[in-house]
């Protein structure tokens, strides 16, 4: 048996993930005087959020004068088909500008309007000019700011460590175990708080923007000691991925392309948008793009690589090539497509989680689990049953914020460090080295990653069928079984089929839930649509998020709860066409 | 599923190995046949390997789209990405060697400690603004423009890994190297900030060991004019401090 020893850090929080979020929870943390640990699974600086392109929503109002918090307060309820929780939307647009202009404050150099002020650009869904942008890098602009405002503030930063266990004492979170990838030693962190910040789900798919670190890792250690996950059918498939050459597929061409003037046409040379939204168009919600994209390929007026075109060039190459300097050398360099000369050719590609952990909505702790809190793309909640472009970075400064302030006011309230079991913790160990004592023929868990990437794909993927479903659940558990007895060859020094070897089970698990929870919803609504119910239901699921926990025995308990009230003043704000969505429920929280 | 056309088998040399106690590289070049498809990088190829061959093969990367820096390597021996390094670029008859970057400790395979580069980050003092109140700050596009260039910098360590000052002279303990002499000058530049860096430049950050040789510039995948449009504006500045006869004066007797 190899060696379970572990070694032991306290801090009084943890924070799993250094993405947008991870940081600024850490640096909110730190802020409040109490000891801060930052956990990443890579590098710092080159969590997901590194890939976030088009720009962060936020109501500054520089370019147009009239949006308020307000209208983005609404768009994000109207772009959620009206299933976000509506506390978290009406927090995330009041505090969105503070906390974009605190970047600046921090020293990112946003593009600037001619009058001297942060640039705000048009994305789909958003009634106003609203995203605070920098070309089309907007994602390494936030995290190189709070990466180097974070290694000032006193936190400590563990890189390429990967924790797999989440530890309780009674109710509460007690820390967290894993191994340091690069020696494949065992650490245990003791904390009072913990803050998951680790991203979503998206290489359970094929094709996806997503990087190598989307296991669902938080999704998966969170369940396992009592958390739930709400509204994990709806899956955001963005518009525009790249399509050729296969390698490449999947590889995000940002939405700032259609927000600088880039047109969508089909084989026949049509701007088909206007068959599915006249009047926005191009920029429409990425849920309806998504699916028009879908059905043109789908009806035979895709493009050559089975996609749909996307053209830019009528900007001009040198408007362009400041506006959208990655897209430019993306496409130029990966696929030998000039986009200043001609059409890129595009097509869906998974890109985000709307659901995820279930957090109260102010403070960001779990349901279930006193002293965890979650924030960013794990966490559930703001974005319903669709994202808007833009609302993911400001999801992640704003909820972060929340987070790391409450997580350590939490961790102040402790006057001892929860008690870790050691048993328990050596368990957990014997379970990470099994993998290594295994048959020498047996499969290795990349084959499992590719065979669940293309079941979630063809039966969990853009468009689901009730059959198709309930094949891809049993399909899953053969994979979980599969997962069990897949070996590891090697040692445990910077291994990535061994640290494949825990992941699997993650996605394997989340790809399940999704699956679950997308069975369950009898209807299509934003980032969910199901061939055999293609309409909306509003009778039966306008006013539901479905919820979905591990039970006792290992299962997973598929169930709904009546979506919270919108305060009287909030409902307010939206007009006679809307008002059948928001005003029928009565719960509270 | 239909084969790809033009799928063609080639041979590739892994470098795999372990780091000694000083972290030297101490391994040997495996070779492995790859069926290679249309338009794959070399990340493409190693991932490849790891599923089919490898299944151990250390490899460090995150995004597979030039986004991230993290899959910097020596390609048939140039320091380059992975993730943006076309096999049909490359010349069909001669097998692909790579290597992990040279300049860092080993850590297995194709994986280097780059830890260095995060401490002299550390010491760097952060950006400095001329007031809190940002209610106030306006400045131009213009102005946003010169530093916008140098933080497009995806820290790919590219550069420091081909300085020769690093490569060759080992001078880890008297130079910041080209990236961080590029963050350096993107708070210098920075309208809004107030800190002086010049003494740090010149002493800590060794600037006068870059003798101008480029080969930064020539490697950096984001295009950045290091030693054009960071080094040798900061070069300047640490001149007109220390070496200008009249500026001398004038700060010695507290007139910036």
Same mark, same amino acid.
């Given at each position: 048996?190899?060696?379970?020893?572990?070694?032991?850090?306290?801090?009084?929080?943890?924070?799993?993930?250094?993405?947008?979020?991870?940081?600024?929870?850490?640096?909110?943390?730190?802020?409040?005087?109490?000891?801060?640990?930052?956990?990443?699974?890579?590098?710092?600086?080159?969590?997901?959020?590194?890939?976030?392109?088009?720009?962060?929503?936020?109501?500054?109002?520089?370019?147009?004068?009239?949006?308020?918090?307000?209208?983005?307060?609404?768009?994000?309820?109207?772009?959620?088909?009206?299933?976000?929780?509506?506390?978290?939307?009406?927090?995330?647009?009041?505090?969105?500008?503070?906390?974009?202009?605190?970047?600046?404050?921090?020293?990112?150099?946003?593009?600037?309007?001619?009058?001297?002020?942060?640039?705000?650009?048009?994305?789909?869904?958003?009634?106003?000019?609203?995203?605070?942008?920098?070309?089309?890098?907007?994602?390494?602009?936030?995290?190189?700011?709070?990466?180097?405002?974070?290694?000032?503030?006193?936190?400590?930063?563990?890189?390429?460590?990967?924790?797999?266990?989440?530890?309780?004492?009674?109710?509460?979170?007690?820390?967290?175990?894993?191994?340091?990838?690069?020696?494949?030693?065992?650490?245990?962190?003791?904390?009072?708080?913990?803050?998951?910040?680790? #991203?979503?789900?998206?290489?359970?798919?094929?094709?996806?923007?997503?990087?190598?670190?989307?296991?669902?890792?938080?999704?998966?250690?969170?369940?396992?000691?009592?958390?739930?996950?709400?509204?994990?059918?709806?899956?955001?498939?963005?518009?525009?991925?790249?399509?050729?050459?296969?390698?490449?597929?999947?590889?995000?061409?940002?939405?700032?392309?259609?927000?600088?003037?880039?047109?969508?046409?089909?084989?026949?040379?049509?701007?088909?948008?206007?068959?599915?939204?006249?009047?926005?168009?191009?920029?429409?919600?990425?849920?309806?793009?998504?699916?028009?994209?879908?059905?043109?390929?789908?009806?035979?007026?895709?493009?050559?690589?089975?996609?749909?075109?996307?053209?830019?060039?009528?900007?001009?190459?040198?408007?362009?090539?400041?506006?959208?300097?990655?897209?430019?050398?993306?496409?130029?360099?990966?696929?030998?497509?000039?986009?200043?000369?001609?059409?890129?050719?595009?097509?869906?590609?998974?890109?985000?989680?709307?659901?995820?952990?279930?957090?109260?909505?102010?403070?960001?702790?779990?349901?279930?689990?006193?002293?965890?809190?979650?924030?960013?793309?794990?966490?559930?909640?703001?974005?319903?049953?669709?994202?808007?472009? #833009?609302?993911?970075?400001?999801?992640?400064?704003?909820?972060?914020?929340?987070?790391?302030?409450?997580?350590?006011?939490?961790?102040?309230?402790?006057?001892?460090?929860?008690?870790?079991?050691?048993?328990?913790?050596?368990?957990?160990?014997?379970?990470?080295?099994?993998?290594?004592?295994?048959?020498?023929?047996?499969?290795?868990?990349?084959?499992?990653?590719?065979?669940?990437?293309?079941?979630?794909?063809?039966?969990?993927?853009?468009?689901?069928?009730?059959?198709?479903?309930?094949?891809?659940?049993?399909?899953?558990?053969?994979?979980?079984?599969?997962?069990?007895?897949?070996?590891?060859?090697?040692?445990?020094?910077?291994?990535?089929?061994?640290?494949?070897?825990?992941?699997?089970?993650?996605?394997?698990?989340?790809?399940?839930?999704?699956?679950?929870?997308?069975?369950?919803?009898?209807?299509?609504?934003?980032?969910?649509?199901?061939?055999?119910?293609?309409?909306?239901?509003?009778?039966?699921?306008?006013?539901?998020?479905?919820?979905?926990?591990?039970?006792?025995?290992?299962?997973?308990?598929?169930?709904?709860?009546?979506?919270?009230?919108?305060?009287?003043?909030?409902?307010?704000?939206?007009?006679?066409?809307?008002?059948?969505?928001?005003?029928?429920?009565?719960?509270?929280? | 599923?239909?084969?790809?056309?033009?799928?063609?088998?080639?041979?590739?040399?892994?470098?795999?190995? $372990?780091?000694?106690?000083?972290?030297?590289?101490?391994?040997?070049?495996?070779?492995?046949?790859?069926?290679?498809?249309?338009?794959?990088?070399?990340?493409?190829?190693?991932?490849? %390997?790891?599923?089919?061959?490898?299944?151990?093969?250390?490899?460090?990367?995150?995004?597979?789209?030039?986004?991230?820096?993290?899959?910097?390597?020596?390609?048939?021996?140039?320091?380059? %990405?992975?993730?943006?390094?076309?096999?049909?670029?490359?010349? %069909?008859?001669?097998?692909?060697?790579?290597?992990?970057?040279?300049?860092?400790?080993?850590?297995?395979?194709?994986?280097?400690?780059?830890?260095?580069?995060?401490?002299?980050?550390?010491?760097?003092?952060?950006?400095?603004?001329?007031?809190?109140?940002?209610?106030?700050?306006?400045?131009?596009?213009?102005?946003?423009?010169?530093?916008?260039?140098?933080?497009?910098?995806?820290?790919?360590? $590219?550069?420091?890994?081909?300085?020769?000052?690093?490569?060759?002279?080992?001078?880890?303990?008297?130079?910041?190297?080209?990236?961080? %002499?590029?963050?350096?000058?993107?708070?210098?530049?920075?309208?809004?900030?107030?800190?002086?860096?010049?003494?740090?430049?010149?002493?800590?950050?060794?600037?006068?060991?870059?003798?101008?040789?480029?080969?930064?510039?020539?490697?950096?995948?984001?295009?950045?004019?290091?030693?054009?449009?960071?080094?040798?504006?900061?070069?300047?500045?640490?001149?007109?401090?220390?070496?200008?006869?009249?500026?001398?004066?004038?700060?010695?007797?507290?007139?910036?």
């Amino acid at each position: 048996m190899m060696s379970v020893h572990y070694e032991t850090k306290t801090y009084d929080v943890l924070v799993i993930g250094a993405g947008g979020a991870g940081l600024r929870a850490a640096i909110e943390a730190s802020s409040q005087g109490v000891s801060v640990a930052l956990v990443t699974k890579s590098l710092l600086g080159k969590a997901h959020t590194v890939m976030a392109e088009g720009g962060m929503a936020a109501a500054l109002s520089y370019v147009d004068a009239d949006d308020c918090w307000q209208a983005h307060y609404k768009d994000t309820i109207r772009g959620g088909k009206y299933l976000s929780n509506y506390r978290m939307a009406e927090l995330h647009a009041k505090e969105a500008p503070e906390r974009v202009k605190e970047l600046e404050k921090w020293g990112a150099v946003f593009d600037r309007t001619p009058d001297g002020r942060i640039l705000q650009r048009p994305f789909g869904g958003h009634t106003y000019r609203r995203l605070a942008h920098v070309g089309d890098r907007t994602g390494l602009e936030l995290i190189r700011t709070l990466q180097d405002k974070g290694i000032h503030c006193g936190i400590d930063v563990h890189m390429e460590c990967t924790m797999t266990h989440l530890l309780k004492d009674g109710d509460q979170v007690a820390g967290a175990f894993g191994y340091w990838r690069e020696s494949g030693r065992f650490i245990l962190i003791n904390a009072k708080s913990v803050i998951l910040c680790t #991203g979503g789900i998206g290489k359970a798919y094929k094709v996806t923007s997503n990087s190598w670190e989307y296991t669902a890792d938080g999704q998966a250690m969170a369940m396992k000691i009592g958390a739930e996950l709400i509204d994990m059918e709806f899956l955001q498939f963005h518009p525009t991925g790249m399509v050729c050459p296969p390698s490449v597929k999947g590889i995000l061409v940002t939405e700032a392309v259609r927000g600088e003037g880039g047109k969508l046409t089909n084989a026949l040379g049509e701007r088909f948008m206007k068959n599915y939204d006249p009047e926005r168009m191009e920029l429409s919600t990425r849920d309806i793009v998504s699916k028009a994209i879908y059905t043109e390929v789908k009806e035979g007026r895709g493009s050559p690589n089975g996609g749909v075109f996307l053209d830019i060039s009528h900007r001009g190459a040198d408007y362009i090539k400041r506006k959208l300097p990655s897209m430019y050398h993306q496409f130029l360099e990966l696929g030998d497509v000039d986009i200043t000369k001609g059409p890129m050719e595009v097509g869906p590609t998974m890109h985000y989680t709307m659901g995820g952990v279930r957090v109260h909505p102010e403070t960001q702790e779990v349901l279930n689990v006193t002293g965890l809190y979650a924030a960013g793309e794990v966490s559930g909640g703001l974005h319903g049953g669709n994202r808007l472009g #833009g609302n993911s970075l400001s999801d992640l400064i704003v909820f972060g914020q929340r987070a790391g302030k409450h997580a350590a006011e939490f961790a102040k309230q402790q006057t001892v460090l929860p008690k870790i079991n050691d048993e328990e913790v050596k368990g957990y160990a014997e379970e990470l080295v099994a993998p290594f004592e295994r048959d020498s023929k047996a499969e290795t868990p990349y084959q499992i990653q590719a065979d669940l990437q293309d079941l979630m794909a063809n039966k969990v993927g853009i468009v689901r069928e009730e059959q198709g479903l309930k094949e891809a659940i049993e399909e899953l558990q053969v994979m979980k079984a599969r997962a069990k007895v897949a070996r590891v060859d090697g040692s445990r020094a910077y291994n990535p089929g061994w640290h494949l070897s825990h992941d699997i089970h993650n996605m394997i698990l989340v790809g399940e839930v999704v699956a679950r929870a997308a069975l369950q919803r009898t209807e299509s609504r934003g980032g969910h649509t199901r061939l055999d119910h293609i309409e909306p239901d509003n009778e039966q699921w306008r006013f539901v998020n479905s919820t979905i926990r591990l039970n006792g025995s290992g299962e997973l308990d598929v169930s709904t709860y009546e979506k919270p009230q919108m305060d009287a003043a909030l409902r307010d704000l939206f007009d006679k066409s809307d008002e059948l969505a928001i005003t029928k429920s009565k719960q509270k929280i | 599923m239909m084969m790809s056309l033009g799928v063609v088998d080639r041979e590739f040399h892994v470098f795999r190995g $372990l780091p000694d106690a000083d972290g030297e590289h101490i391994g040997e070049v495996k070779s492995f046949t790859v069926p290679v498809q249309p338009g794959w990088v070399v990340l493409d190829a190693l991932l490849y %390997l790891q599923a089919h061959n490898a299944p151990d093969l250390a490899i460090r990367w995150n995004c597979k789209a030039a986004k991230c820096g993290s899959c910097a390597a020596e390609i048939n021996g140039l320091p380059s %990405l992975m993730c943006k390094t076309r096999l049909d670029h490359m010349p %069909l008859d001669k097998p692909v060697l790579v290597r992990p970057m040279r300049t860092f400790p080993l850590i297995k395979d194709l994986v280097t400690d780059v830890s260095w580069n995060y401490e002299i980050n550390k010491r760097i003092t952060p950006f400095t603004p001329y007031n809190d109140d940002q209610s106030t700050w306006r400045y131009f596009q213009e102005d946003a423009d010169r530093v916008q260039e140098f933080r497009k910098c995806i820290e790919c360590f $590219l550069c420091q890994n081909s300085c020769h000052v690093i490569r060759h002279h080992r001078k880890f303990n008297h130079f910041a190297g080209p990236r961080f %002499l590029v963050r350096l000058a993107s708070l210098e530049m920075h309208p809004l900030d107030v800190a002086d860096r010049i003494p740090f430049i010149k002493e800590e950050a060794g600037i006068g060991l870059c003798n101008i040789t480029k080969c930064c510039t020539e490697r950096c995948p984001e295009d950045i004019r290091i030693t054009d449009n960071a080094i040798i504006p900061l070069k300047e500045r640490v001149v007109d401090r220390y070496y200008d006869p009249i500026t001398m004066l004038l700060h010695k007797i507290g007139i910036k």
